[in-house]
């Protein structure tokens, strides 16, 4: 997580102030509901609540540095500030109840932050898969002219694909909007499962249905599986807008900011360098699944190891996240189009990918499949060799003269009826 | 994929012959679809369906050297096989029609093994946690004694770990239940939708919704993602065995089978190596996901680097998955548990872990937190040093028997007290 | 380890029969070496040899199914095979002193096969850059235009970066050329330091310094790191062969077999699908890190949890590696080259790439280097927005007119001056 | 790279404030080198440094905010700062010239903090292992009690693994002590090898030998590997340690500070939490290396999806490296040993470990190996399941009485002599 790569409302949502804030909530959540319970006289967590207590991190810290334990410098500090009523915090609870806790709490608000980052780019996404619905492209696979498709359709495809992404997330989003306060073991030996599940729902979670100390981390571990689906999705989008603007294609290419430099060499250059960012930090979001896996298997009752590990990659993945969705839509909205250069590269095989048509009309004449291939492709070959127009060397080939009447062939050569379904594709795409 | 860990019918679902019957399968549906449409003669497909024809590997490889194209192979081995009626198969399709498709049910029938695998060993965690719901057992929290817990609950806590696993591998089947018959770039230039959603779903398939040339492979990032989750949750299983069976522990212990040797050089040795086992197959299964996420960002209308990669961790990852579940399944099934030593090791503190419901009790005197904390502290160091047992040490306290009655002190001692909640929680995972 | 992507030697050498084989002269080089320490009778190796056993994996395989345990099974095959003397093998080892000893042996194998591979593909690279030394292309950074540089310097830097990862190699190598006999933990209870070292310099390997029951794990997570390291040079190399063959650019294409197919849709297709394959495969080779990292931290004196790991990840990585380097050898001997394209795509951009000569020529007059960007970018921004042939334009403009004199200015349009060090870097890298 | 785990000389190294000023120095070694090539005129490059140019940071990113390109904004701030003199730095060069030769010293420095620190932790193994030579302790493997090592030994195998990190990490610093000054493709364009040769060697640093754009990737992700390889050494010492301060096993345990608190919940508790804490830092370290391989394949002469990537992992990886490295060296120097508590773990078993000796024994008096292995097993398995002393055991075995005498029996049971190797070992590591 660092600056150049987060949103402002990332870095805030993961500062150490927002996290001590969460944990005072879960405290107070907890205080509630155990005043219910009767194990706390009535209106403690009301007076703390009306001291409005100002948290300060740097002397947690200083408190920590001498506790070496993060939860209880915390509540040392709070009582500090707050005096007696403070000491019927946490009664019951274990460290792991406020931090777990919290980090759901902070986890479903960060999703929050990223399911609207992710409809900004839906929302760009499908207003230019409309707009270019009708603009035909060259299809390539292997890097290679195949057939035509429109540019609609190709944005639509990214389209479902965040959409899914989208999706996945919401349901991670469930999975971790879970809570404990069920103390050391998850056994509730000083609580209740009526308190946790009362305070939990104040909260927006729900109980972890059997807690060890902490929550269970292949939670944790689905959550960054989603976060890392969905930087494989945008770094799908990103490569092939690279290979849109790579200078002999010329398709589309990033907005040219005024003033932006190319290079400091070479000043006509104009490098899609937001999608080759996002290519590499898509990298980045994908590796924190490895540890977040890692973290699955704590011993017993829980260890401590996952704790530092989340630490880093938590606020690093969701925030580079954030970023990148951010900087994608922004990618997509300013795309600039060259339908014009798309139509030449794709009249530049003179039909060849019409190649699949023709072949279908002979074996619509009874020509066996193998035998109608390989007369295609002896003028598909030499066109590609620079011996001709394909559709001329069909017309002059003596052997599929006899098959094919030239209106026959003229119909494979129909770019619109090669199309006819692309409106289609998009509309289902856009309203899915 | 190697015999020793696959069973038999992953391996026959991984094998050449099954690949290409289903192959097989897809174009017949295809051309099901095609005939309906009017494209394909009446007939064609039940006229091929009827020759039952017998598929031979071996021959499809010998062409697949000269052609270098494995569909093309396949066709023409049909044809050979089947004559003219096979010249009408694959009609308008494109290779990654037939091979993504194939695939798609390919999945869906491994899904449908490894989830038969799930319940099992749902059904063995969930026998096991409720024979031992009342097993009292000592919770341990970074490898350290904290509070008593029940061998139930812990069991429960990896019944509900894999029962989400299971949730998470049936979401993943609905995302990978997919296929296209879409044609070379996914425009249906030479084909229909309505033909594509005839012929998948005779499959049990939903169409792409927008497919490339392929079928999207986030959906089979994701599916990679469920199998890493089981795997790291079947890991956490097996590393507690290990932790249970260790010589200082001897809680539990895999079943020893007669004639079994733990080690060429010590014949007393009875070691946890089916646990061990399932900790190294799970790092295979959870490392599929990395090219999984790799293989997403293809470029254009697909390129064709996930299919070396997928052909190698696919059947890698789900039959050494459903190895890992089978095993699992055996080792809680068979696991053979020492309550009494359970119970040595619980008594071996002397009750230190009773320190909470003292510090509770002491602040419901209305001592403030840190001192309660404190003055149970210098008991619990003092009994934790050897200096005796610890409810003699605190009853010995001048400062706490001002508080606490020895009634009072006794309460807090309380073994059944403190675990009268197991099986609620043991009730809650078995019926989720 | 897939038959379709493996070299015949690499299956032989991960056969079973193969690695009984090592087993058995694991053995004997520890026989020999305890008959000179007056351990075992003399001559009870020779003997063992000279009955020239037929060792049946299919047989030890049948008698672990009882034992649970692999190298038990194996004595008591051999035990059974040879008869009384055999009852002097493996004399105070354990089972990991044949284990590790043997797989050290087959990594130095397998390492030999792959540099062998590797000297191939150096091979086949230094003679095509030597080739191409002087054939002019397009540098691209960003997929951009950029400034030229010879097609033999591009294929030098792979060149040089295929021989780092032979060094890597040849040091992993080192690293793995390793095996111990000291016993069931490392301390030679029942042998000694000197038998060790006499058993091990017979089959080539040193001792580990401070062995556990096994020798050290990073030792394979460093081999696993050079092989993935060399997987990622070769999909360097893959992917740019890919980039060279795109339709638009059409500078460099994989030989095309006879008889080959590039597409059962699209018959004039030519697909850069090793390249591809290729890419796909360093994924591979690349996730087989992962494991061999997660198996360093081993337990105590060794916990079993590496072994299935490794006997899946082991064959998989290097015999994939093998094959890669092969298919890359080929890919680089056969490569069709277009150096008629790369002029032409060089001279698309009308000399753009000069700008930063002219830039210097004007800085080196005395103008500002922010000053001079900015002139030059005028006119090449002008230029690549189709408004003229750079040249003219620079020619034209009347700041820069009175700073540089038209031969001033030719001068900074010369091809052969730009690339006047090409020869130089490749020699660089050929006799490095 | 958090606060909580970066040393201060880590956080600097890494800075905005360092990085522009080793910018600034690339900048001037550049200028001197093109000095006495005659491209510049003399003294121009200590003029700027007699300057003093204090860079603000601040400001350079604000110009980046326009042109969107960092060496842009940071040759503009210097030429703000310095004025005439500055337009000649940069000379010919590209940004990569400067960033990547940048990287170098700042990867070499970075090397150098963390040699130092392996250099601590190497001599307070060294030590502990030396202290601990003859320390009896129980091996375990599988987690099981196995034969006896002594506590030195079990430290001499992490020594020596942490010599074999530092090692790989020293030949990565070679690796990685490279820079370029080779122009916008590597071809020196406007420079000369010579210019490059002489700037590098006064920054200490080789020149790439075929560079692209940039330094070639694969040297970062060997860095890399270096990294993750050290961290995964760590991380056995530090599941080692947690396991030694298990409650029931308690041989040793981490120095647990004065006012530390182990558990808000149980005051007696006393944890591994720094041990714990670099296991989770290991799995970040390891992670690391997955986007660094997948840096390694930029696109033709580069491509700047590295950077963000780079960006974030290279601080991280080495600045948390370098934390993981401190505490480890401090875990080391205060682990507080309980060698009587390994005693009575080492007798627990009642000499069961000795059994391979009565084994070996029983061969050595002709005894088939599978004979002697079941007669000894049967004494074992009795005494391991609460039967008895196991000597006491086979000294009552029949069969066994007629082979072994009474002394030859008590000879096999000698502990001093099952260790006699153990100060070789030691010294061995000590010395290597």
């Not at 103390?183 to 060890?212: C, D, F, K």
């Not at 930087?231 to 589309?252: C, D, F, K, S």
């Not at 291939?373 to 002059?396: K, P």
Request: glycine fraction near 8%.
């Amino acid at each position: 997580m660092i600056p150049r790569y987060s949103l402002p409302e990332f870095t805030e949502l993961w500062s150490d102030c927002t996290r001590y804030g969460i944990w005072l909530e879960v405290e107070l959540a907890g205080c509630d509901a155990m005043e219910q319970a009767g194990l706390v006289p009535r209106g403690t967590a009301d007076k703390l609540r009306a001291m409005k207590l100002e948290l300060d991190p740097a002397r947690i810290e200083e408190i920590e540095r001498t506790t070496r334990h993060d939860v209880i410098a915390f509540l040392t500090h709070v009582e500090q500030l707050a005096g007696e009523p403070a000491r019927w915090l946490h009664r019951g609870m274990t460290s792991s109840d406020v931090l777990d806790t919290s980090l759901g709490v902070q986890l479903v608000r960060v999703c929050e932050l990223l399911l609207k980052q992710c409809d900004r780019l839906i929302q760009a996404l499908s207003r230019r898969a409309a707009e270019h619905v009708a603009t035909p492209m060259i299809g390539r696979s292997h890097g290679i002219h195949a057939e035509p498709v429109t540019f609609g359709v190709v944005l639509a495809g990214h389209l479902v694909e965040i959409k899914r992404g989208k999706q996945r997330l919401e349901r991670a989003k469930q999975e971790i909007a879970v809570g404990k306060l069920a103390g050391a073991v998850g056994t509730y030996a000083h609580l209740a499962p009526q308190i946790e599940a009362r305070a939990l729902a104040s909260l927006g979670l729900m109980p972890e249905t059997v807690a060890t100390q902490v929550v269970a981390r292949d939670r944790h571990a689905a959550f960054a599986a989603a976060l890392a689906l969905l930087a494989a999705g945008i770094e799908r989008l990103a490569t092939n807008v690279r290979h849109w603007q790579r200078t002999e294609v010329g398709e589309a290419e990033e907005r040219f900011a005024r003033g932006q430099k190319g290079s400091s060499a070479m000043p006509h250059k104009r490098n899609p360098i937001l999608s080759e960012n996002l290519c590499g930090l898509a990298r980045v979001v994908r590796s924190c699944l490895a540890p977040a896996l890692e973290n699955v298997a704590l011993w017993h009752e829980r260890d401590i190891s996952h704790s530092s590990a989340e630490r880093m990659f938590l606020p690093d993945a969701t925030s580079t996240l954030g970023f990148m969705l951010e900087r994608a839509a922004g990618i997509v909205e300013g795309l600039v189009v060259y339908a014009e250069r798309m139509r030449q590269n794709l009249d530049r095989s003179g039909g060849l990918f019409f190649s699949e048509g023709v072949m279908l009309a002979l074996i619509g004449k009874g020509v066996a499949r193998q035998h109608a291939y390989e007369m295609v492709q002896r003028s598909a070959m030499r066109s590609f060799e620079g011996g001709g127009r394909f559709q001329d060397l069909l017309a002059a080939d003596p052997e599929l003269g006899t098959l094919l009447a030239p209106e026959e062939l003229a119909r494979c050569f129909d770019l619109e009826h090669a199309l006819r379904w692309a409106k289609e594709i998009v509309d289902r795409a856009i309203q899915q």
